[in-house]
């Protein structure tokens, strides 16, 4: 849930002065393609200046969880990706897809501020087709599963 966080950086800050020298922290990221919908509602979300409760924008690779936590002198133990995780692996839609989509998710509890009135909804909808197209490579949106990260406090 480390994608909760709207400042991951001060969130892993404020967790690792409580590892003693030596002691793990697990954290799980997203992949970058990881719930497209939740993905590009967010930066939807942004354009129209509404809140959603996810930030993945410091999400760009599965290097991004490395680099956040060897940035505050945790030594990265291990990187593991895990596939699979919801029985799909990763499934691809068609950038025509983007109202299925849109309409298939906009129930979330997590976008409702995208829906808080038909107009709301409208131009969300709208932006979201744009930004869909914008997330797709050769006419398809990939959708894959999470990145599990492992680090450990230096023991100075």
Known sequence: M???????KAALKHWTKYLKPGGIIALDMTHTMNLAFRKVAERVA???RVPIPYYRQWVKSEDSLGELLEGEDLIVLDIVRVDNQRGYGKR???VSEADDVFDK???EEAARHLRASIK??????EIFREEWSKAAVDGKVEEVDTVLGISRK???
């Open 92 to 94: 691809y839609y068609d």
């Open 2 to 8: 480390f994608v909760l966080f709207p400042g991951p």
């Open 105 to 107: 998710n906009i129930d």
């Open 46 to 48: 942004s354009c129209m």
């Open 154 to 156: 230096d023991e100075q």
């Open 120 to 125: 709301v909804q409208c131009k969300a909808k």
